[in-house]
Nanobody, 122 residues
Framework: QVQLVESGGGLVQAGGSLRLSCAVS????????MGWFRQAPGKAREFVAA????????TYAEPVKGRFTISRDNAKNTVFLQVNILKPEDTAVYYC???????????????WGQGTQVTVSS
């Protein structure tokens, strides 16, 4: 069983930064592609970023390109999302997810964390 626990969310002013972390249990972390998704109030959950198991490829949703960076430390079973130049529209619950396929699609991810709240004030 793979378990994911996010941390690092909080309240930040527009233009600020946060570093979200997702700790993953299990001995096969490097075999999973990892994704970050978010869900704003009243909206559907959406893709944010993804990274391959080795970390050699990443992809981002258009609204976050140039501001967010996904990375991973396979020795520590952790994936990160550095979020910079935050905007009020980035306010959402951020979820990390693990899957066997490198994808922007939610259905490709089998395991999900509980989420961490990011709130950006204007």
């Amino acid at each position: 069983q793979v378990q994911l626990v996010e941390s690092g969310g909080g309240l930040v002013q527009a233009g600020g930064s946060l570093r979200l972390s997702c700790a993953v249990s299990g001995r096969t972390f490097s075999s999973y592609s990892m994704g970050w998704f978010r869900q704003a109030p009243g909206k559907a959950r959406e893709f944010v970023a993804a990274i391959t198991g080795s970390g050699d490829s990443t992809t981002y949703a258009e609204p976050v390109k140039g501001r967010f960076t996904i990375s991973r430390d396979n020795a520590k079973n952790t994936v990160f999302l550095q979020v910079n130049i935050l905007k009020p529209e980035d306010t959402a619950v951020y979820y990390c997810a693990a899957g066997r396929t490198y994808s922007i699609m939610q259905r490709s991810y089998s395991y999900w964390g509980q989420g961490t709240q990011v709130t950006v004030s204007s």
